[in-house]
């Protein structure tokens, strides 16, 4: 098991879709993607900003899984 990073609960890694990320399945948030780009950018963001970036992510991937970037922190 592992953390989600949006909401800190316990999560699952699932098969990536991506090259060059992550992904999770988080029982709140479903599943979504991470860029590894985020994780070495936005490691002090707090969970309000997390929530928000995923929200925006959800936003731009419509019915695919949504995956968070840099640009979804703006």
């Known amino acids: 098991m592992t953390k989600c990073p949006v909401c ?10 991506v090259i060059g990320g992550k992904s999770f399945r988080c029982p709140k948030h ?3 993607d991470v860029s590894d780009t985020v994780f070495s950018t936005r490691a002090t963001a707090t ?7 995923l929200k925006n992510a ?12 840099d640009g979804d922190f703006l």
């Open 47 to 53: 969970s309000a900003e997390w929530e928000r970036a």
């Open 8 to 17: 800190k609960s316990e999560a699952q890694f699932i098969v990536p879709r």
């Open 30 to 32: 479903e599943d979504f």
């Open 58 to 69: 959800i936003n731009r991937a419509g019915a695919k899984r949504p995956k968070i970037i």
